[in-house]
Each structure stands twice: as structure tokens, then as C-alpha cells.
């Protein structure tokens, strides 16, 4: 009798082990925001979407939202905007990675002109590093918009974010990257 106890404690157990993590879902005003636990580690994993203001027409004529993702998972932050069409790269000097021009501003701020790095399914650029996303996420605090532009081989679009309250957005996802932000006026 004991070793069936034990054994439908371990089952039990292991069942538990193996549930899947939980994860919670909210708005923030326009940004989409999930909150899991990353299943290896524990740790916790967060990710703030935002779509753009307007579709974009994806690769195949139809219309589609941007996304402006923003993210902490397993201690690194990143930054990104996912594109709908696959994007027009560059290799970067030295790594190789894949990079494409973009060029954006925040509000009526001067226009910035940067390779971000991209994806490796080629559809999505940004900072995939803590240091140069919080750079970036440090610029969006405090402004209302952001506008992006990004170019595939067969057509070069504007995406429009309203940021709402991203000030909000960054320190909550900042906060289990190890990440605070100072607030802008």
C-alpha cells in the first residue's frame, strides 16, 4: 500500500512538473501583455505587443499590422519591430549577421538612420541585446509615437505606433531584466 502512495505521489509530482507554465494576459491601453514562467528555469518571461496605427500590405498584396514587441526572457532584453514582408538585408562587417536600414523617429524628433540586426527568419529588426534595446526602449520613454521604416526587395512602407503609456509598458518589462528606466516628462 505504502509503494502505490508513493508511486501516485511521484506521478502527481511529475505531473506538476510537467503542466505547462502559466501565464497571464492583459492591456495596457493598446499594448498586448503576456506574463509566463519560462519552463526551464522558472524565471520569469514577459512580453509587451503594440500593432501599428495602420495595416502595412504584406508580401502577398493583403493588409497587415506591424508589431512593435518589446521583451524579457530568461534575463536579456530585446526590442523589435515584426515587418510583413521579408525584409532586405545586409551582412554586417565582421559577424556576418544580417542587418537592414531603418530609419525612425519618436514624436517630430530628428529622423535616426540605423542597421538593425535581423531576425533569422528574415521578417523582424530590431536590438536583440539587453544593452542596445535598452538604448532604444530609453528613447520611446515619454514620447506618443513611433514611426518606422522598413524595406523589403519589392516595396519600402511606413509602420505608425502609438506608444500610449510605454513608459508603463518599459518598467514592467524592464523590471525582471534586471532594467530601470527614468521617467521623461
Not at 5 to 18: S, Y
Not at 111 to 135: C, E, H, L, R
Not at 159 to 167: E, M, R, S
Request: with cysteine.
Amino acid at each position: 500500500m505504502r509503494l502505490l502512495i508513493r508511486r501516485m505521489l511521484t506521478a502527481a509530482a511529475l505531473v506538476g512538473a510537467l503542466a505547462p507554465p502559466t501565464a497571464s494576459a492583459e492591456k495596457l491601453g493598446a499594448w498586448d501583455i503576456e506574463e509566463t514562467a519560462t519552463p526551464l528555469t522558472g524565471a520569469t518571461s514577459i512580453s509587451a505587443v503594440l500593432a501599428s496605427a495602420q495595416p502595412l500590405i504584406n508580401s502577398i498584396g493583403a493588409p497587415a499590422p506591424a508589431s512593435l514587441v518589446l521583451r524579457c526572457r530568461d534575463g536579456q532584453l530585446v526590442a523589435y519591430v515584426s515587418w510583413v514582408q521579408v525584409l532586405s538585408t545586409i551582412s554586417a562587417p565582421f559577424t556576418g549577421q544580417p542587418q537592414t536600414l531603418v530609419l525612425w523617429r519618436t514624436d517630430q524628433r530628428p529622423i535616426s538612420a540605423n542597421y538593425w540586426q535581423v531576425d533569422n527568419a528574415f521578417i523582424a529588426a530590431g536590438m536583440f541585446g539587453t544593452k542596445p534595446a535598452v538604448k532604444f526602449i530609453e528613447k520611446l520613454t515619454g514620447a506618443k509615437q513611433l514611426i518606422v521604416r522598413m524595406s523589403s526587395s519589392t516595396s519600402t512602407q511606413d509602420a505608425v505606433f502609438d506608444l500610449g503609456d510605454v513608459t508603463t509598458v518599459a518598467e514592467r518589462i524592464g523590471k525582471p531584466c534586471g532594467v530601470t528606466w527614468t521617467r521623461h516628462p
